[in-house]
């Protein structure tokens, strides 16, 4: 699934930013669910939220209360809104997706796009 990231930058603590995920085309998109990771310093990539084509969703500890998931199957587009946020939140963000929930949940796939950086300031 060919996807796009997009919509990271630079937040003071506390601030707000959303992130898109955006498919080439509808056949990339339609009947896959998608997932948010992100790499910070240090750390293994890791999810942040996962979103089915039906609209289960499934989120990172951290990130509960905080991050929210949609999709907006029109424009073949997962949102990730990310409130609250840390300056532990720094680091890239990337999206990924398949037609196997399992796979989503674990982040398990060969390859990855280029991603895109939060940093938060505190």
């Known amino acids: 699934v060919q996807l796009q990231a997009s919509g990271g930058g630079l937040v003071q603590a506390g601030g707000s930013l959303r992130l898109s995920c955006t498919a080439s085309?509808?056949?990339?998109?339609?009947?896959?669910?998608i997932g948010w990771y992100r790499q910070t310093p240090g750390k293994q990539r890791e999810l942040v939220a996962a979103i089915t084509v039906g609209g289960t969703k499934r989120f990172g500890e951290f990130a509960k209360g905080r991050f929210f998931i949609s999709r907006d199957n029109a424009k073949n587009t997962v949102f990730l809104q990310m409130n609250s946020l840390k300056p532990e939140d720094t680091g890239v963000y990337y999206c990924?997706?398949?037609?196997?929930?399992?796979?989503?949940?674990?982040?398990?796939?060969?390859?990855w796009g280029v991603g895109t950086q939060v940093t938060v300031s505190s």
């Open positions: 990924n997706g398949g037609p196997l929930w399992t796979q989503v949940q674990a982040g398990d796939f060969s390859s």
């Open positions: 085309s509808a056949s990339a998109f339609n009947g896959n669910a």
